[in-house]
């Protein structure tokens, strides 16, 4: 029988001490922090990440993350260093070696690399002692405080804990470089995020259904059909939306439509959306008029239409 009180007490008993540790890490965070981030805003290279056994997959992920936040950055593994991966490190590189105990044997050839060509080294441990931290020019330090098992052995706490000491890397790079939403969509153009961090502009259609104002409805009518839309735009003759025509404006003005001109039939100053806005904005503009397309015009020039988002649109990249 499954024993779920006890899985449960297990699984918070995890999470409350990795908290802990995190809080101790934050407090204990110093001027050698502020120096990491500078020595790799210094750097005319790449970042080089190393770690091996689990140490090497949180150095991975800390070498995406911040490759994706403006530093560029790649992961070598040490072992593959002394087989010829070393030629991967070169001057103006940073490197930032990771290892809980400080005494990875498989790192020893990399920092000794550092060492003969001048390449700076940071270092990341729960050692102060250790060989790593002692050839580090600059050392960041997480508390050693044990694994979330009880028994030291399997890793928890500490690689939680450098995961979180990266993480706090790359965000503290991100913010001085001013790193905006408009740059981190241009590493993330797939997915998900590649889609909430679209632009009105990187969605909208140019082909547009619009019209002359003074078009007749029986023309309009047939640019709306073709461009399968359901609105038309009026535009005046620099091509500036003055009105638009959707299915509502065609059902109150049935009476006598195909006599009528675009300029008795359409409604005049119709919600707009700039193209450099999110698509996201755009999206909840939609939803909450219960509408399903906006023109697109710079907000501050009033110059000629751009382009036109439907929901559609939004819907297709994962968005809605």
Do not use: W
């Amino acid at each position: 029988m499954i024993d779920t009180v006890s899985f449960l007490n297990t699984a918070r008993q995890v999470i409350t001490d990795e908290a802990r540790a995190l809080d101790t890490l934050a407090e204990g965070l110093d001027e050698r922090f502020a120096q990491a981030v500078d020595l790799i805003l210094q750097a005319t290279g790449r970042i080089i990440v190393s770690g091996i056994g689990k140490s090497g997959h949180i150095g991975h992920k800390i070498a995406a993350t911040l490759a994706s936040t403006g530093t560029p950055a790649y992961f070598v593994h040490p072992a593959e260093a002394s087989h010829g991966d070393l030629g991967m490190v070169s001057k103006g590189d940073v490197v930032l070696a990771i290892s809980n105990s400080g005494e990875a044997p498989e790192l020893v050839n990399l920092l000794a690399f550092t060492r003969r060509f001048g390449i700076p080294l940071i270092g990341l441990s729960s050692k102060p002692e250790s060989t790593l931290m002692k050839q580090a020019d600059v050392h960041l330090l997480i508390p050693s405080m044990g694994e979330a098992c009880g028994f030291g052995m399997v890793p928890s706490i500490s690689t939680t804990l450098t995961l979180a000491m990266g993480d706090a890397l790359a965000i503290a790079l991100m913010k001085y470089r001013d790193f905006k939403p408009e740059d981190f969509r241009a590493y993330h153009p797939g997915g998900k995020l590649g889609a909430q961090l679209s632009t009105v502009r990187d969605l909208m259609h140019e082909d547009l259904p619009v019209v002359p104002a003074g078009t007749p409805m029986s023309e309009a009518l047939l640019v709306m059909s073709q461009k399968s839309f359901g609105v038309v735009g009026v535009t005046d003759d620099a091509g500036c939306l003055l009105g638009i025509i959707t299915d509502g404006d065609l059902r109150r003005n049935m009476e006598g439509l195909l006599g009528k001109s675009t300029q008795e039939v359409m409604t005049r100053n119709p919600l707009t959306i700039a193209p450099n806005a999110m698509a996201e904005e755009a999206v909840a503009i939609m939803n909450d008029r219960k509408i399903t397309s906006l023109f697109v015009v710079e907000p501050e020039a009033q110059g000629p239409v751009q382009g036109l988002l439907h929901i559609h649109d939004c819907l297709r990249v994962g968005l809605g």
